[in-house]
């Protein structure tokens, strides 16, 4: 069973769309998080949620909204596509969320998004 | 400002040589320090992990790292690199509610 699955693995689109990206994990975890690996393979942290609240915004533009209808799942929604948002996104998720952090996080296989 | 330096970019080495990739970090308290590897097309997959306790740390794969306080550093080490460990090599440190902060990572070419 895949632990963090994530769907679509690449999507294409127009600039100007909007788009989602979904994430479910099957391991009990209560956190979850959406990272973006740029064209350079840099990784960044997008958000955190633990238990359906949002807990890490890391600076990301309105444009995107992520949503957690339930621990097992978040979700990421892009409005108003630009060309920069071309990445891949990374769903995580970790058995809880530490003040001070050491918790392993296990990794989607990734949405590789282009906007063209 | 909590970050990850690993100065290497690119690494290419012989089947059967010794590996050692380099890891530098800042951070004011304690590190819990991460090594993530990630094969072409796919995601991150944990090697090994350093949060206390004994500064070297054995993970999967028969890799391994050592924690240096003292130079801040997480080094991560193979004896003997096999041509399925080509992939691309992420340090990392977790922040305050478990952020993770990668470095640049760097890219392991393994000749036959």
């Known amino acids: 069973d895949t632990a963090v699955s994530q769907t679509p693995k690449y999507l294409v689109t127009q600039m100007g769309n909007d788009k989602s990206i979904k994430c479910e994990q099957n391991?009990?975890?209560?956190?979850m998080y959406w990272y973006k690996q740029d064209s350079k393979k840099f990784l960044k942290i997008m958000f955190s949620?633990?238990?359906?609240?949002?807990?890490i915004n890391e600076t990301v533009p309105n444009r995107f909204s992520p949503k957690s209808p339930d621990k097992a799942h978040l979700n990421l929604h892009i409005n108003s596509l630009e060309l920069g948002d071309s990445a891949v996104y990374f769903c995580?998720?970790?058995?809880?969320?530490?003040?001070?952090?050491?918790?392993?996080?296990?990794f989607g296989p990734g949405t590789r998004l282009t906007v063209l | 400002a909590q970050s990850v330096t690993q100065p290497d970019i690119h690494i290419t080495v012989s089947e059967g040589a010794s590996l050692e990739l380099r890891c530098n970090y800042s951070?004011?308290?304690?590190?819990?320090l991460f090594w993530y590897v990630q094969s072409p097309g796919q995601g991150l997959q944990l090697l090994l992990k350093?949060?206390?306790?004994?500064?070297l740390v054995q993970g999967i794969k028969g890799f391994e790292a050592e924690f240096k306080r003292s130079q801040s550093s997480f080094n991560l080490r193979k004896p003997s690199v096999h041509w399925s460990d080509a992939a691309e090599y992420f340090c990392a440190v977790a922040g305050s509610l478990d952020k993770l902060i990668f470095g640049t990572g760097t890219r392991l070419q393994v000749f036959p």
């Open positions: 949620y633990n238990n359906k609240e949002l807990i």
């Open positions: 951070y004011g308290a304690t590190p819990y």
């Open positions: 995580a998720s970790s058995q809880q969320q530490g003040a001070s952090g050491g918790n392993e996080q296990f």
């Open positions: 350093y949060f206390s306790g004994d500064t």
């Open positions: 391991l009990g975890h209560d956190t």
